[in-house]
């Protein structure tokens, strides 16, 4: 017997089994006269296999009741079933759905609009493509390049949300076959492009990733995720999200190679997703490929972190002064508040 809120299943093996003690019969007569084995009968009388039309007939026979009777109770119980099932199913993803941002995701039209919740379940299974809400805990099914997921944390839910709006808008774009090698000889030249103004290399940079076979795609920060990117594959393209309103241009490039070094150092796929080790290095990375360590190092020792010093060498490395004064900030050579004049703000649209 399985049961739910409002449904009751009983198996057909429930009235077998009443039958059985009507008669004194034993379990192990009872399958010697219906010619089965004493384990199918257990399993039949327990609902664990199914009674089919060919039993239906044998119980005729042995217990004088029509094989009409047994297959409809055979039907409802299946019927039941189903509805019980579904029923807990709703009530699983009903408290799972409860901690997705989903007035968010609606505001950002990824999803339908509702305060029903068994509707939002519902919006939700469709969104992602799953029966259930539970199966987002399957590795299988997130395959983020990130730390292992969990359904009961907030923020990975809203993480899920996020990577899940930007697989379907990569579902739109064209890549050509997926080519490492020449993503990792296309580096200097996306580098090149932090001295550009967004509407500049926001095409060019697309471009250049997807003759390597990645979708790149600008999303809006969802709330509680804590988010600046993520990178995954799906089907035969990799999918590099980053969020981008409101961004400093230094975290925006330093967040895209991050994820890129995801993809050149081999951490996409990984089953139980990426380790601490993982984010270091691809955070090692992103830093050195931006500006080279050694001459960031020559930069440090001497000493001079004057804004026309700063200047000269953002121009000797070729990229954008602010990704030098974010690394400064971030390394404590100077306070957050000196040298913002020199960081930028890009509003990318999404």
Same mark, same amino acid.
């Given at each position: 017997?399985?049961?739910? %809120?409002?449904?009751?299943?009983?198996?057909?093996?429930?009235?077998?089994? =009443? *039958?059985?003690?009507?008669?004194? @019969?034993?379990?192990?007569?009872? #399958?010697?006269?219906?010619?089965?084995?004493? %384990?199918?009968?257990?399993?039949?009388?327990?609902?664990?296999?199914?009674? !089919?039309?060919?039993?239906?007939?044998?119980?005729?026979?042995?217990?004088?009741?029509?094989?009409?009777?047994?297959?409809?109770?055979?039907?409802?119980?299946?019927?039941?079933?189903?509805?019980?099932?579904?029923?807990?199913?709703?009530? =699983?993803?009903?408290?799972?759905? /409860?901690?997705?941002?989903?007035?968010?995701?609606?505001?950002?039209?990824?999803?339908?609009?509702?305060?029903?919740?068994?509707?939002?379940?519902?919006?939700?299974? /469709?969104?992602?493509? $799953? $029966?259930?809400? #539970?199966?987002?805990?399957?590795? /299988?099914? !997130?395959?983020?390049?990130?730390?292992?997921?969990?359904?009961?944390?907030?923020?990975?839910?809203?993480? @899920?949300?996020?990577?899940? =709006? #930007?697989?379907?808008?990569?579902? =739109?774009?064209?890549?050509?076959?997926?080519?490492?090698?020449?993503?990792?000889?296309?580096?200097?030249?996306?580098?090149?492009?932090?001295?550009?103004?967004?509407?500049?290399?926001?095409?060019?940079?697309?471009? !250049?990733?997807?003759?390597?076979?990645?979708?790149?795609?600008?999303?809006?920060?969802?709330?509680?995720?804590?988010?600046?990117?993520?990178?995954?594959?799906?089907? &035969?393209?990799?999918?590099?999200?980053?969020?981008?309103?409101?961004?400093?241009?230094?975290?925006?490039?330093?967040?895209?190679?991050? +994820?890129?070094?995801?993809?050149?150092?081999?951490?996409?796929?990984?089953? &139980?997703?990426? !380790?601490?080790?993982?984010?270091?290095?691809?955070?090692?990375?992103?830093?050195?490929?931006?500006?080279?360590?050694? +001459?960031?190092?020559?930069?440090?020792?001497?000493?001079?972190?004057?804004?026309?010093? $700063?200047?000269?060498?953002?121009?000797? *490395?070729?990229?954008?002064?602010?990704?030098?004064?974010?690394?400064?900030?971030?390394?404590?050579?100077?306070?957050?508040? +000196?040298? &913002?004049?020199?960081?930028?703000?890009?509003?990318?649209?999404?």
């Amino acid at each position: 017997m399985i049961r739910s %809120k409002s449904y009751i299943a009983t198996p057909p093996g429930a009235t077998i089994r =009443e *039958q059985l003690n009507d008669r004194g @019969m034993s379990q192990k007569e009872f #399958a010697a006269r219906m010619d089965l084995s004493e %384990k199918h009968v257990s399993k039949l009388i327990n609902g664990e296999v199914q009674l !089919t039309p060919e039993v239906s007939m044998r119980l005729e026979t042995v217990l004088g009741i029509p094989a009409s009777f047994w297959n409809n109770l055979e039907a409802i119980y299946r019927e039941k079933l189903l509805k019980v099932k579904a029923e807990n199913a709703m009530d =699983e993803d009903e408290a799972i759905a /409860q901690c997705f941002p989903y007035s968010e995701m609606a505001k950002c039209g990824w999803i339908k609009e509702t305060r029903n919740s068994k509707e939002k379940v519902v919006y939700l299974r /469709q969104f992602f493509g $799953v $029966v259930r809400l #539970a199966l987002l805990g399957n590795e /299988q099914i !997130t395959k983020i390049a990130c730390r292992r997921l969990a359904i009961s944390e907030k923020s990975d839910l809203a993480l @899920m949300a996020w990577a899940q =709006e #930007a697989r379907i808008q990569a579902r =739109e774009i064209q890549t050509s076959p997926i080519d490492i090698q020449g993503l990792i000889a296309s580096i200097p030249e996306i580098r090149k492009m932090t001295v550009m103004d967004p509407e500049e290399f926001c095409p060019k940079v697309k471009k !250049t990733l997807e003759n390597c076979g990645i979708a790149l795609v600008f999303l809006p920060h969802l709330k509680g995720s804590f988010l600046q990117g993520a990178t995954f594959l799906d089907g &035969n393209k990799i999918v590099v999200g980053l969020t981008v309103r409101g961004k400093d241009a230094d975290k925006f490039w330093f967040s895209l190679f991050h +994820e890129l070094a995801h993809i050149v150092l081999g951490h996409i796929g990984k089953t &139980n997703g990426t !380790t601490d080790q993982d984010e270091n290095d691809a955070n090692t990375w992103s830093e050195d490929t931006l500006i080279d360590p050694t +001459e960031f190092e020559t930069f440090i020792q001497r000493k001079d972190y004057s804004e026309s010093n $700063v200047l000269a060498f953002a121009n000797e *490395q070729k990229i954008a002064p602010g990704i030098v004064v974010g690394r400064m900030q971030r390394k404590g050579m100077i306070k957050y508040n +000196e040298l &913002n004049n020199l960081k930028v703000q890009y509003e990318i649209a999404v």
